[in-house]
């Protein structure tokens, strides 16, 4: 059995609820890093078993982990 948990505050998804999905990425180079999410349209199994899905309980939540993740970092 799969389970979907919060990538912000850890609340266990129940099967049913809607909730916010997203692929996160991240680049590591000599001189600079990047680090990018793209949010998704709709929830996928397939995509939320992902290395790197990231799930979330709601707005808020994705809001709250995207302002930590990109906490100052230059935005061109």
Not at 52 to 70: G, I, N, Q, R
Request: proline share 1%; with cysteine; net charge neutral.
């Amino acid at each position: 059995m799969l389970q979907y948990v919060c990538d912000w505050c850890g609340r266990v998804r129940k099967s049913g609820e809607v909730w916010v999905l997203g692929l996160a990425a991240e680049q590591i180079g000599v001189v600079s890093a990047r680090r990018e999410i793209n949010i998704l349209s709709g929830w996928n199994d397939n995509t939320a078993v992902h290395p790197l899905a990231v799930h979330f309980c709601s707005e808020t939540c994705k809001d709250k982990y995207m302002t930590e993740l990109f906490r100052g970092q230059a935005v061109s």
